[in-house]
Antibody
């Protein structure tokens, strides 16, 4: 059974870069046609899709964040990562890593989420 | 981006009630519509994918229907553990987008 676990700093200063890693267990990010991605949820608000990556390197980003985000995969470590630059308080959120089905596009596996606060 | 509009935004119901939540897309998304349940402090959980397919392990009281722009999630007989927030998500065209959520509360 595939499991995902987010890791990274819980506090980031404004204008700096947020970096998170998702470790995958119980399966390989290099197998199959799944995409792996990131979703975030600001406090008390709804869900926002950030972007996804296939192990081959193909990525899709949310245009609203595209200029600031990079998602990359490390198949040797069975991990994928998110970098979000020039953060502001508006980037404060719970960040989830997910597995996205290649057929229906549904996100069938979620990490527990990690809270990132942007504050000086 | 495709806009997803859920209604109602909140709903009060009793155990045993039949409940329907609707989701409307700003353009046709065929059946690329998924439903999630989220409880406080927890990650969302996939309930229904491609509009009407029940995710493994999800109780059969949950069902989904629709295609094109209009979709529904129905809970046939509410159980205490069903009180949560529900989100729809379109996966037809990236960026995927979510509805604003429907908070289902106990009456």
């Amino acid at each position: 059974q595939v499991q995902l676990q987010e890791s990274g700093p819980g506090l980031v200063k404004p204008s700096e870069t947020l970096s998170l890693t998702c470790s995958v267990s119980g399966g390989s990010i290099s197998s199959g046609s799944y995409y792996w991605g990131w979703i975030r949820q600001p406090p008390g608000k709804g869900l926002e899709w950030i972007g996804i990556i296939h192990y081959s390197g193909t990525t899709y980003y949310n245009p609203s964040l595209k200029s600031r985000i990079t998602i990359f995969a490390d198949t040797s470590k069975n991990q994928f990562s998110l970098k979000l630059s020039s953060v502001t308080a508006a980037d404060t959120a719970v960040y989830y890593c997910v597995r996205r089905s290649p057929s229906g596009g549904n996100m069938d596996v979620w990490g527990k989420g990690t809270t990132v606060t942007v504050s000086s | 981006d495709i806009q997803m509009t859920q209604s109602p935004s909140s709903l009060s119901a009793s155990v045993g009630d039949r409940v329907t939540i609707t989701c409307r897309a700003s353009q046709s998304i065929s059946t690329y519509l998924n439903w999630y349940q989220q409880k406080p402090g927890k990650a969302p959980k996939l309930l229904i994918y491609t509009a009407s397919t029940l995710q493994s392990g999800v109780p059969s009281r949950f069902s989904g229907s629709g295609s094109g722009t209009d979709f529904t999630l129905t809970i046939s007989s509410l159980q205490p553990e069903d009180f949560a927030t529900y989100y729809c998500q379109q996966s037809s065209i990236t960026p995927d987008t979510f509805g604003q959520g429907t908070k289902l509360e106990i009456k």
